[in-house]
T-cell receptor, first 114, second 116 residues
Framework: GENVEQHPSTLSVQEGDSAVIKCTYSDSASNYFPWYKQELGKRPQLIIDIRSNVGEKKDQRIAVTLNKTAKHFSLHITETQPEDSAVYFCAASILKTNAGKSTFGDGTTLTVKP | DAGVIQSPRHEVTEMGQEVTLRCKPISGHDYLFWYRQTMMRGLELLIYFNNNVPIDDSGMPEDRFSAKMPNASFSTLKIQPSEPRDSAVYFC??????????????FGAGSRLTVL
């Protein structure tokens, strides 16, 4: 089955700096890669996703890149703000199959220091 | 829509007791997932249903765990008997693959279980 590895496990940056979180996956059939943000004591919520037919996607201060050949994808947050502090999870899954289950990475705890 | 609704939000019980967690998915969503979250193991998929039918329960840790989905609007995760190592936050999530075309999960608020 799919295995997703996520690094780093913790990341601390100064407000205004950029943050990068990286994930690798093992199943070359995976073609959908969402990122979820989980604030302390709250539920995970989707913040951005990317399909395997594109290499990059941006939404304001966040972007995700995908390298299918190397089987890795990354989350980039620019101009970080204290409210970006949370645990971020990457995931991998296969679209359009009855499987459809998402395999999650172990999470990265991001702390943005004011 | 009120989103995915889970109950109870918090439960504290003693070892050996039966625990039942409940989930109401978003109306019209045809997939329902149960995840367990701990510091040590992160987010683990326990089981998921499609159109009320269990598809993959390979993540269910032991026979003490069971899950049912009697209809499209209700699912339960039961632990009997409970043990201290079952202490975790249990999330229910639902998904509508038909309209979104993507595997976007909407999570409930979670049920925090503490087994003493």
């Amino acid at each position: 089955g799919e295995n997703v590895e996520q690094h780093p496990s913790t990341l601390s940056v100064q407000e205004g700096d950029s943050a990068v979180i990286k994930c690798t996956y093992s199943d070359s059939a995976s073609n959908y890669f969402p990122w979820y943000k989980q604030e302390l004591g709250k539920r995970p919520q989707l913040i951005i996703d990317i399909r395997s037919n594109v290499g990059e996607k941006k939404d304001q201060r966040i972007a995700v890149t995908l390298n299918k050949t190397a089987k890795h994808f990354s989350l980039h947050i620019t101009e970080t703000q204290p409210e970006d502090s949370a645990v971020y999870f990457c995931a991998a899954s296969i679209l359009k199959t009855n499987a459809g289950k998402s395999t999650f990475g172990d999470g990265t705890t991001l702390t943005v220091k004011p | 829509d009120a989103g995915v609704i889970q109950s109870p939000r918090h439960e504290v019980t003693e070892m050996g007791q039966e625990v039942t967690l409940r989930c109401k998915p978003i109306s019209g969503h045809d997939y329902l997932f149960w995840y367990r979250q701990t510091m040590m193991r992160g987010l683990e998929l326990l089981i998921y249903f499609n159109n009320n039918v269990p598809i993959d329960d390979s993540g269910m840790p032991e026979d003490r765990f069971s899950a049912k989905m009697p209809n499209a609007s209700f699912s339960t995760l039961k632990i009997q008997p409970s043990e201290p190592r079952d202490s975790a936050v249990y999330f229910c999530a639902s998904r509508d693959r038909r309209t979104s075309g993507a595997n976007v999960l909407t999570f409930g608020a979670g049920s925090r279980l503490t087994v003493l």
